[in-house]
Nanobody
Framework: QVQLVESGGGLVQPGGSLRLSCAASGFTFSYSYMKWYRQAPGKERELVAGISSGGGSTNYADSVKGRFTISRDNAKNTVYLQMNSLKPEDTAVYYC???????WGQGTQVTVSS
């Protein structure tokens, strides 16, 4: 069956960094555009970043441009989100999404606080 398993979340101080991972199985990962979303308490889920199937094209929300980097390793069926210069407003549950089949992971909590 299809699985997307996020990991790497946690508590970090403002200005710190985290690297999220999303391991995929059960579908042809290398065929799918992949995205990271986030949802903060009381807010709607928002798109953070996306990456094409081959990794050659990326897109970012204005709020994270220059601070976050999305990447993928098709040999490992994994997509990553490197998050630098984290701010309290980045606090949210982060989800990965596979456009192919519209599959979702369970999410990983990121909390940015001193």
């Amino acid at each position: 069956q299809v699985q997307l398993v996020e990991s790497g979340g946690g508590l970090v101080q403002p200005g710190g960094s985290l690297r999220l991972s999303c391991a995929a199985s059960g579908f042809t990962f290398s065929y799918s555009y992949m995205k990271w979303y986030r949802q903060a308490p009381g807010k709607e889920r928002e798109l953070v970043a996306g990456i094409s199937s081959g990794g050659g094209s990326t897109n970012y929300a204005d709020s994270v441009k220059g601070r976050f980097t999305i990447s993928r390793d098709n040999a490992k069926n994994t997509v990553y989100l490197q998050m630098n210069s984290l701010k309290p407003e980045d606090t949210a549950v982060y989800y990965c999404n596979a456009r192919l089949g519209n599959y979702w992971g369970q999410g990983t909590q990121v909390t940015v606080s001193s």
